[in-house]
């Protein structure tokens, strides 16, 4: 067959399986690995958020989360919350355009789990009740996280966590949206949320 | 596409001239360089990672079309359209046809090396579609009307001011702000409408997972995860080389990548598309360009395992005093001048000349590319095509007869000294030299080793031979 009748996708296997270099047997799977500090400990956690812009939101004596969140971002109008721990002023579910979720001052959500390597937490359409860009669109972030959801590191994070097979969208979170794209000057807060900050809950 | 070679050293010349930019860009990729360092040396197993980050790859390449097909079968499962590209021209009229069956015409699109490499909104455009790039350094690029400079910050030739400049002429803000902090609150301010209003998201990709049929895609700026979401059309664009087989495999690069590119440990986001969102339609395109064609060479087939994290480029002396601009193509850099060549042998013969052969881009990619040896690869292939320019060429030529010649080298060797001593900068400096052009000659040195050993060891050492015979 020539290249018009075949489709591109055909053409592109023939190439490949022509191709000359390199053989087949000669560059075997290599097995899966673990390897550097596994170290799953709420502390590694804090310091890994903290290096990648984010930060932690500990709770005061007898304080509640909406009480934490409240006081963190005390001009506040606008609360919006996808758990059941929050009351806020309006529930994730009820966002009905995306100028809504624009408007929203502070998201709350919970992570289905954190890497302590770097302070990163999993958010997928489960968590986030299928609002996915909602989440990226309001100004700052409030992550509610288990001591008991941690992962050591990055193998441990895609050997262990069913969530990277079963979710459509997931995104690891590690701090901030940022950019250092003008003249290397690091700014956190580009142009999804300002600030990430974890409670542990 | 102009086929002419780019005057790489001609562009680079000027990129020199002025000094607050050259010294930036030096310092600022150093920077990058030594912060990658500080992540290595804090990890023991780094070596260990990229041995392996380089056998996945090469296991993954010498089996593609068995993944890709591994890809396909289970994006497709997913509810992923998946589509082939052989070239660029193909990928576009791909892109075209799915807007078209849309309606749709306005694409908010966040940083991909391989749509500025099919050239798809020069295409687009004239057609009537608007795509707004939503990333910054990539933003300012294309207001500009320029390649992207560097595979991970754009925009990274410039300075604050230079930025302040085209903001003020396509934001309306002011011309002289000098902090980049309001200069990218003025981006954030902008692209939000263009967020929000427009059909289509594009995005590229890191990675593809054929086990579970999922792209990743890593960024920092959470432009990406707005433009793929808000719309509900999603269309992504990767090259074929992008496939990794299991998702175990993405915790060895995910480690590597952002610690290669910027020195922090991973990106603030790094996103897992697994199929389309609820009530939304999601696309994967394929692309080929020249890369089943490059599988097959069998000097240049590793550079495929290239993860675009430009370690290469912050470390080279050559391309941080040159810029990426004067590289002339989408991909610069060390990385850049072992590909270009296979985009077009000709018009990017210059650019394997562009090294000083330290070796330094091989000992910090993070999947082993032998990258300076393959820019020497690609030095003798272009001489073979007669690629390279005629006075390089004819020297070169000379030079090789002379050093395959002890008695005539030394001649000429001394010859050399005395013309160093004697002759005018006119005749020492002018076009047949073109390595004096931006350097000075060595000064002349009052003896060769050759003619100090000769005096003074020679016979001693062959007496001492001679002793020890006996």
Request: glycine share 6%; hydrophobic share 35%; charged share 25%.
């Amino acid at each position: 067959m020539s290249d018009e009748t075949m489709s591109a996708r055909d053409v592109i296997m023939q190439r490949l399986k022509e191709k000359k270099s390199p053989q087949e047997g000669a560059y075997p799977l290599p097995p899966v690995v673990t390897l550097g500090d596994q170290d799953a400990s709420p502390e590694r956690f804090e310091a890994s958020l903290a290096l990648m812009g984010g930060r932690m939101l500990p709770l005061q004596d007898g304080e509640g989360i909406e009480q934490a969140i409240k006081r963190a971002f005390p001009e506040l109008r606008n609360l919006c919350t996808a758990v059941p721990e929050v009351e806020g002023t309006l529930r994730i579910e009820d966002l009905e355009t995306h100028e809504q979720a624009d408007k929203v001052d502070v998201m709350v959500v919970r992570a289905a789990f954190g890497v302590a390597e770097t302070g990163g937490v999993f958010l997928s359409e489960v968590e986030l009740k299928d609002h996915l860009a909602d989440v990226h669109l309001a100004q700052h972030l409030i992550v509610l996280l288990s001591k008991d959801e941690l992962v050591g590191n990055m193998h441990n994070a895609y050997q262990q966590r069913s969530e990277f097979r079963t979710a459509g969208y997931g995104v690891l979170m590690s701090g901030p949206s940022a950019t250092a794209d003008i003249q290397g000057v690091l700014i956190r807060g580009a142009q999804g949320v300002r600030s990430l900050s974890v409670i542990w809950a | 596409m102009s086929n002419r070679p780019v005057p790489h050293a001609k562009l680079a010349a000027e990129f020199l001239e002025d000094e607050p930019h050259r010294h930036f860009h030096d310092e600022r990729l150093w920077d990058m360089r030594q912060k990658r360092d500080e992540q290595m040396h804090i990890m023991p197993e780094w070596q260990e990672l990229r041995e392996q980050a380089s056998r996945l790859k090469e296991h993954t390449l010498a089996h593609l079309p068995q993944y890709l097909e591994q890809f396909e079968e289970n994006a497709r499962r997913n509810g992923i359209h998946v589509h082939w590209a052989r070239d660029g021209a193909e990928h576009n009229r791909i892109v075209e046809k799915i807007l078209k069956d849309h309606g749709h015409s306005s694409i908010i699109k966040s940083k991909s090396m391989i749509t500025d490499e099919c050239e798809m909104r020069e295409y687009l455009e004239p057609k009537g579609v608007s795509v707004t790039e939503t990333d910054l350094g990539e933003r300012i690029q294309q207001l500009d009307n320029q390649l992207p400079s560097h595979v991970v910050v754009p925009a990274v030739q410039k300075l604050t001011t230079d930025v302040a400049k085209t903001f003020a002429k396509y934001y309306n803000t002011d011309p002289n702000i000098d902090d980049p902090h309001a200069l990218a609150e003025a981006q954030r301010n902008a692209a939000r409408p263009v967020l929000l209003s427009g059909d289509t998201g594009m995005t590229g990709g890191n990675f593809l997972v054929a086990e579970t049929g999922s792209f990743v895609v890593c960024t920092n700026e959470g432009n990406a995860d707005l433009s793929a979401n808000l719309p509900n059309l999603h269309i992504a664009t990767l090259g074929i080389e992008r496939l990794v087989p299991r998702m175990a495999d993405l915790g060895v690069f995910i480690r590597l990548l952002s610690r290669s590119a910027l020195g922090s440990p991973i990106t603030q986001y790094t996103t897992h598309f697994r199929r389309p969102k609820k009530g939304g339609e999601m696309h994967v395109i394929l692309v080929d360009n020249g890369r089943s064609e490059r599988l097959g060479m069998d000097d240049f087939w590793t550079s495929l395992k290239c993860i675009r994290c430009g370690a290469c480029m912050n470390t080279c002396p050559v391309y941080r005093r040159s810029g990426g601009q004067s590289y002339g193509s989408v991909y610069s850099g060390p990385i850049g001048a072992i590909i270009d060549p296979t985009f077009n042998a000709r018009k990017f013969s210059t650019l394997p000349f562009a090294s000083t052969m330290n070796g330094s881009c091989t000992n910090v990619c993070p999947v082993k590319i032998d990258i300076h040896e393959q820019l020497y690869k690609w030095r003798r292939v272009l001489a073979e095509r007669h690629e390279i320019p005629f006075v390089k060429r004819e020297i070169m030529k000379m030079a090789g007869r002379l050093l395959a010649q002890p008695t005539m080298y030394r001649l000429a060797i001394s010859g050399t000294e005395v013309a160093l001593k004697t002759m005018p900068r006119f005749v020492l400096y002018n076009y047949l030299n073109p390595w004096g052009k931006h350097r000075e000659l060595p000064h002349p040195v009052k003896e060769t080793f050759h003619s100090w050993y000769k005096k003074n060891r020679l016979n001693r050492t062959k007496a001492q031979h001679e002793e020890t015979q006996a």
